[in-house]
């Protein structure tokens, strides 16, 4: 149910990402962002970082802007590996570079979703999507009460046809952390079975990133593969780089379906910000406080909203506002409609979560 822009909108959308772009070039200061934004359309769709990306990216897209008739080094490819693996703990031969997280999820439904999948429903659908259009099967597993994914049920539909099993966490749309333990040993058992893909796009932004994340079983050999992404807390949504982390014969599996080879300059870019931790550390920071201040408005408005570890929110909009994405366009906002009475909210800077605020209490009424 996302709603497509307009070509006038979309003309406005590449502007502001212009702006802020040229913005974020020179300071890390949202407030100023924000005020680039005013008048123009605020962007709460699609999940990223509203402060743009690390200066030091910048420097590096810069530098190489020059080498843009070059495809990227292999040498340079295996740099940003090596880092990546050191910080994990891992063999470079574990990462696998992809163009956005999105290619890596591609990768694994050609390489291991093509019979049946298990995944949480809702759920981010691209890996499923994907198979299903190779023939998959999919198997959704509504998520509990709670908004986590039902570990029980799930695994009663782990079969001998199942050829993966997808968790996604924090799981989009819904924002929440899935306890590490109850995942960690779903993951681990399941994966007894059927390799397992852990999708962790969000999680830099919780709190203790490193113990929730399933690589420790990566590290163990078990049949799992995780996946992150540079487009969330390193603002790098627009250049395309993620990667996934398994065991050797995944890993190399999974790169015998790499679709296309790498940018240049958003290879340099994401060099320069893995090792910008001041960075990471302020985006988390601003998204958790701007998160609070948010979700203390929404509760002086007595209005639901599930747990959110993550740079969105699920919030409980009501049946009678299941147009609510249309009317937040005439205040500028651009905003997926609800469904099912459940709209997710993306964590803009401070200015644009209380013009989303505003809008709200106007359409209301
Ligand atoms: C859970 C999840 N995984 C993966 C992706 C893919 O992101 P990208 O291809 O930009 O890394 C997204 C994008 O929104 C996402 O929400």
Redesign the pocket.
């Known amino acids: 149910m996302s709603i497509k822009p307009t070509r006038r909108e979309w003309l406005k959308i590449s502007a502001l990402s212009g702006a802020a772009l040229a913005f974020t070039s020179f300071d890390f200061k949202p407030e100023a962002n924000a005020q680039n934004n005013s008048g123009k359309l605020i962007k709460l769709t699609?999940?990223e970082n509203p402060y743009g990306f690390s200066l030091k990216a910048r420097a590096a897209i810069l530098d190489s802007l020059s080498e843009g008739n070059r495809y990227a080094h292999p040498d340079l490819v295996a740099k940003l590996e090596q880092q990546i693996a050191e910080r994990e703990g891992l063999k470079a031969e574990n990462v696998v570079l992809g163009t956005?997280?999105?290619e890596i999820?591609c990768m694994a439904a050609i390489a291991f979703g093509q019979k049946e999948i298990v995944a949480p429903n809702p759920t981010?659908q691209?890996l499923m999507r994907y198979a299903e259009n190779l023939g998959a099967k999919v198997k959704s597993v509504p998520l509990n009460e709670k908004f986590e994914h039902d570990f029980g049920a799930m695994t009663k539909l782990v079969g001998e046809n199942t050829s993966l099993v997808y968790v996604?966490n924090p799981n989009?749309p819904t924002a929440g952390l899935s306890p590490d333990g109850a995942l960690r040993s779903f993951c681990s058992e399941t994966a007894k079975k059927t390799p397992v893909f852990a999708?962790e796009?969000?999680l830099e932004y919780t709190d203790d990133f490193p113990r929730n994340s399933m690589v420790d079983l990566v590290k163990k050999s078990e049949n799992v593969i995780v996946s992150r992404?540079f487009?969330k807390i390193y603002g790098m949504?627009g250049l395309?780089v993620?990667y996934g982390l398994a065991r050797t014969d995944l890993a190399q599996r999974l790169k015998k379906f790499r679709m296309t080879w790498f940018n240049n300059l958003s290879i340099n870019a994401a060099l320069a910000s893995y090792s910008d931790v001041d960075f990471l550390t302020q985006s988390r920071r601003r998204n958790a406080e701007t998160r609070r201040t948010f979700l203390s408005e929404m509760d002086k408005m007595n209005l639901k909203y599930a747990p959110s570890e993550a740079n969105f929110v699920w919030l409980n909009t009501g049946e009678n506002l299941s147009d609510l994405g249309d009317k937040m366009r005439a205040h500028n906002i651009w905003l997926g409609n609800p469904r099912g009475g459940w709209a997710r909210v993306t964590i803009g800077t401070n200015d644009e979560m209380q013009a989303f605020v505003k809008a709200l209490k106007q359409i209301k009424g």
């Open positions: 699609s999940n956005g997280s999105g999820l981010f691209s996604c989009n999708d796009a969000y992404t487009s949504a395309r993620g």
